[in-house]
């Protein structure tokens, strides 16, 4: 008889010895391993686990039958794209903040505690921020502080300060900081008017004075008091209230960027244009009956919402944080259930990153998908990026199934405006250069002109590498 | 508010010169380790337990004091509804004074 081999954990999958996730049939399991056996049984019989996944706070699972090696086997509902920290927009970031703080608040009234508070924990699912590690709680030690505090303000309140008070393109320092960013840097980097904020000046500025003090050498007491009287519940409990009032008093709103207003001033498209275009793009979604699309450079996600209206999980990916952030807006306005706005940038996609740069999965991992949307979207990459047309249609087949691409030749007015201060050096850059290119990867299954405009509708089939 | 973060990081920095300080200020309760696989920061500890005090007590307060508007409040709407149920009254009598609601009756 062969002995049983163990599961091998996922890449990201390997800090916390409670257990880990796996992948199994094209199915994500979790094991938990006997270590966890208490907590997992105090979030029961707590009440706190019911509780977390009748509020759509907490992924619910179910367990399978025991196995060898594992106490227990979880299968936990199944998410469609994982989506990371530096993809979200800045409500996105701030209503996972706020879904922690809240689940921590629900913990401690139910004598547990978050023992982590990664923004990796969260994730969207079904339009809204949703905890994903079941193993995250642990019973509440009295008198000892919170654990994850620093880990919270690295990962959520340091970043949303930074991108509501200095840049909103801060966002991107949680790609080169994977545990969050390092709150010496935040505080060197934020307004020193932020000190005056009472929440920004204890949660950032202090503690970062404080890290700077203890963080090693003589000042540093050689035993840490796990415990200490001073630390009661009250204080815990005044501690989250307090993130929380940090987290609720940052905002930033999308004024004035680059594609948010996109439809209102577009003169390529009059509404009875933009009609033709939601025809075309509808009938070919229709023919391809997607379960999974990701629309890139979606905008505001007019178009993404064709493919969520005929029951596709729709990623809307964009470069532009205000249109991302418009985006959510809208779903959390609507309470739309399948359509998640990500931030992108196409010309430099995110990488695999963390551990053997496999921790967090580049965006052709996270693939393919049934279909990928490319509409208005061709000429920022061919002509803006000088990306070669074979290269484009090399990158969006390996990323779907299926692509409807909207082509956008020279006479069209928006390349004209890209083309108008720079030499042309794009002789290819027509349709029978885009098919051509096309032709390498894909079977055109059909090409459709936009009535009142000079763009074509492509249809495209992936095909199979030989 | 600024005065509180250089007081906060003035004690801790107290805190740390003097190990006992921290000892007998914070009555503190020694245990061989933390069953944490995080490393919570040395600093983050510290801060968090410098700053328990105050925050509970700010939280304690506002408790309270969102208890004692609650009261207040609850005088406030008793008010409406009985003023409500009397311009029912009047309505139901056939009288032709339009009653206004309690939010209506600055709007011009």
């Known amino acids: 008889m062969s002995p049983v081999l163990p599961p091998e954990p996922a890449s990201a999958s390997f800090r916390d010895p409670s257990g880990f996730m796996f992948r199994e049939g094209g199915v994500w399991l979790r094991q938990v391993n006997e270590r966890y056996r208490a907590d997992y049984e105090l979030l029961f019989s707590s009440g706190l686990y019911a509780e977390l996944v009748a509020a759509k706070r907490l992924i619910a699972h179910e367990e399978l039958p025991p196995r060898e090696g594992a106490w227990k086997v979880l299968r936990p509902e199944q998410i469609g794209t994982v989506s990371y920290p530096y993809e979200w927009s800045f409500s996105q970031l701030k209503d996972a903040a706020l879904v922690t703080l809240e689940i921590q608040a629900a913990a401690l009234a139910k004598g547990m505690s978050l023992k982590d508070a990664t923004a990796y924990n969260i994730q969207f699912v079904g339009g809204r921020p949703v905890l994903i590690d079941t193993l995250s709680f642990e019973r509440l030690e009295e008198g000892r502080p919170w654990v994850a505090y620093r880990q919270f303000c690295q990962h959520f309140l340091a970043p949303l300060a930074l991108m509501a008070k200095t840049d909103i393109r801060l966002s991107q320092l949680s790609r080169v900081h994977i545990d969050g960013v390092p709150l010496d840097l935040a505080v060197a980097l934020l307004p020193w008017t932020t000190r005056l904020n009472f929440g920004l000046g204890l949660h950032l500025h202090a503690h970062a004075a404080s890290q700077k003090k203890h963080g090693g050498g003589s000042d540093t007491p050689a035993a840490l008091p796990a415990k200490s009287a001073a630390f009661s519940k009250t204080a815990f409990l005044a501690t989250i209230d307090s993130l929380q009032s940090a987290v609720k008093g940052l905002d930033w709103q999308p004024a004035g960027t680059e594609w948010a207003d996109y439809y209102e001033r577009n003169n390529n498209y009059g509404d009875s244009g933009l009609q033709e275009k939601e025809r075309a793009v509808g009938a070919m979604l229709d023919a391809l009956a997607p379960k999974s699309v990701w629309d890139l450079g979606a905008n505001t996600g007019r178009m993404s919402r064709l493919a969520a209206a005929r029951g596709a999980n729709v990623v809307a990916w964009d470069i532009d944080p205000a249109c991302v952030e418009a985006n959510w807006r809208q779903v959390v306005r609507a309470g739309e259930t399948n359509v998640l706005p990500l931030l992108q940038d196409l010309t430099n996609p995110s990488g695999g990153i963390g551990w053997a740069g496999e921790e967090r999965m580049s965006v052709a991992a996270r693939g393919p998908v049934d279909v990928v949307m490319a509409l208005g979207l061709i000429h920022h990459l061919a002509i803006s990026n000088n990306v070669p047309l074979d290269r484009i249609a090399a990158f969006f087949a390996s990323l779907g199934r299926a692509v409807i691409l909207e082509f956008v030749p020279k006479e069209d007015s928006q390349v004209a405006k890209l083309l108008a201060t720079r030499e042309d050096i794009f002789p290819t850059y027509n349709r029978a250069g885009f098919e051509a290119a096309a032709a390498r990867y894909f079977d055109v299954e059909a090409a459709v002109d936009i009535p009142g405009t000079c763009r074509t509708l492509y249809r495209l089939r992936t095909r199979k590498p030989a | ?108």
């Open chain 2, 1 to 108: 508010m600024a005065p509180f973060a250089f007081v906060l990081s003035r004690a801790s920095a107290a805190i740390s010169r003097s190990p006992r300080t921290l000892v007998v200020l914070l009555a503190v309760l020694f245990s061989p380790h933390a069953h944490a696989y995080l490393d919570p920061g040395t600093g983050s500890y510290i801060l968090q337990l410098a700053a328990a005090g105050i925050l509970a007590s700010m939280f304690t307060i506002r408790m309270y004091w969102t208890k004692v508007k609650d009261w207040f409040r609850s005088f406030g709407k008793a008010k409406p509804e009985i003023a409500e149920k009397a311009a029912a009254e009047k309505s139901a009598t056939g009288n032709n004074d339009t009653p206004r609601g309690p939010g209506e009756s600055q709007a011009g």
